[in-house]
C-alpha cells in the first residue's frame, strides 16, 4: 500500500488516501448526488412523481457528481498549496498516446520491412552452391523505442499567489518556536513558585 494525494475539481491539494502499490495515473473520484426537499407540498409532489415515473427519479438520484481526482503522481516537496494541472494531464495523456500508436506502427512497418529484406537475403545465401555460401545470414530483431514521457511531477505547480505565501511566512516567522514557548512557561511557573513561596512565608 502507499498513500497518494486527491484533489478537487480544480486540482487543488485535498487529503492523502491510502491505495495498493499498483496505483497509477489519474482517477476521477465522484460523491452521490441527493435530492433534498425543504416543504410538505414539494414531498407530495415528488411521491407522485416517484409513484407515475420511478425510473426517471431513480435515474436522476442515483447519478454521480466529479467530486476531484485520486493522483497516482507524489507531490514535489516545498509546495505550500499543491496545484495538479488535470486539462494539462488528460491533454498530454492523449498526445502521448497518439504518439505511442505511430511509433508502434513505425516499429511494426520497420519490423516487416527488416524480416522481408532477411528471408530474402537469406533465400539467396540457401540458393548458391555451398562452396559460394559463405556464413549464414543473421536476423537481428527490431526493438520497439516507446516516446520519452515528461516527468509527471511537473504537473504539480503552487497553487498559491506570491502575495499568500508572503504573508503565510511572515506569520511563520512571528509565532515563537517551540523552544522560545517552553522557555516562556517555565519562566511563568518559576514566577508563580516564586509568589506561592513568598505568599506562604508571608503568613
Known amino acids: 500500500m502507499k498513500v497518494v ?9 485535498l487529503e492523502d488516501e491510502l ?14 448526488s441527493s435530492l433534498t426537499i425543504s416543504d410538505t407540498s414539494q414531498q407530495l409532489d415528488t411521491y407522485q412523481l416517484i409513484d407515475s415515473s420511478s425510473s426517471t427519479i431513480d435515474g436522476t438520484s442515483s447519478e454521480s457528481i466529479l467530486a476531484g481526482y485520486t493522483v497516482g503522481i507524489p507531490v514535489p516537496p516545498g509546495l505550500y498549496q499543491p496545484h495538479f494541472d488535470i486539462q494539462g494531464w488528460l491533454t498530454y495523456e492523449a498526445e502521448y498516446a497518439e504518439k505511442q500508436v505511430e511509433a508502434q506502427n513505425a516499429y511494426e512497418k520497420l519490423s516487416k520491412e527488416t524480416q522481408a529484406a532477411f528471408q530474402k537475403q537469406h533465400d539467396e545465401w540457401r540458393n548458391k552452391p555451398e562452396n559460394e555460401r559463405g556464413d549464414e545470414p543473421v536476423y537481428f530483431a527490431q526493438t520497439f523505442t516507446a516516446p520519452e514521457r515528461r516527468d509527471p511531477t511537473t504537473f504539480w505547480s503552487e497553487g498559491l499567489s506570491a502575495e499568500a505565501i508572503k ?37
Open 5 to 13: 494525494p486527491k484533489v478537487n475539481t480544480d486540482g487543488l491539494y
Open 19 to 32: 491505495v495498493d502499490d499498483a496505483f497509477s495515473g489519474v482517477v476521477p473520484f465522484y460523491t452521490p
Open 167 to 203: 504573508e503565510l511566512t511572515q506569520k511563520a516567522e512571528q509565532q515563537p518556536s517551540e523552544t522560545d514557548q517552553l522557555k516562556q512557561r517555565i519562566a511563568d511557573l518559576e514566577v508563580t513558585l516564586t509568589q506561592l513561596m513568598l505568599g506562604s512565608t508571608g503568613k
